[in-house]
């Protein structure tokens, strides 16, 4: 079943590409490297415990060529888990998110096939399984209406597992909000809401079966330009959150992050999708 999903996303993606570049290409079409994106996050885990204190994420992403509406793109971002088994500041725990795809813009709205691979590591620990799976599935994602009441954005996407090891992932459903509560001139209170569902076969791997993810945000955005800093509160029910064990956990978060992307917090990466994605 994964192998014709791949076959037929694939197929029915390089149609609709070769749609929109059908008609000729003038000089103002085509633009090499249109964007670069750089994002870093890092939180503290209340109540803390010896193997989870601390939260960190650090990438980057870039548009490599645009042709008319069309962007082909890669992204790389890795989370690291800190504790203080060890040591005070104990990184036990790496994971690697590595994404292409090509968006697509249908006016202030981009629709983005994609594939995305996850690895997860345990660090200065003994591994003795690989996990690691391969995602195929397409994103929507952009600004509400103007008739909305608030500035906000959103992201939704489904994908397909394509191979798995160590996880029974099989489909993986997304949905992301982000709304701006006042534009000041300094920057804005906001709110921010990640749900993940993901269907599981038990058989295969640490999950008992399908759950969901959430993570619920509040905070202040300060941007300049391009430029954004999110200081933030945040609730998180997060499954899976061993790499070689089952386990689930409800906590607080408390931290920062900043982001550089075109167009501020409209642009084609933030504030949806990595980091800090449940």
Known sequence: MASGFAASSVATTAAVIFMLLASPVGAGDVELLPEVTVQLAGAAYVPAEDAFAWDTWIGGGAGLLRVKTVTGYITADVETILGSERRVFDANQANYHLEGGVRIRFGRQL????FHHVSRHVIDRPKEELVDWNLLGVRATGPLPNSFPLAARYAAS???TVHTRGVGYQWELVGVLDAELVQLSWGAPYL???ARFVTVDPAAGLAPG????????????FHRGGRNLDLFAAYEHRNDIFVLLPGVRDRALFGLRIGFAPGGSGGPTSPIGWPDRP
């Open 111 to 114: 629709v983005i096939p994609f």
């Open 158 to 160: 489904v994908a397909r």
């Open 192 to 194: 921010r809401a990640d």
């Open 210 to 221: 399908d759950f969901v993810d959430f993570v619920g945000q509040g905070g202040v955005r």
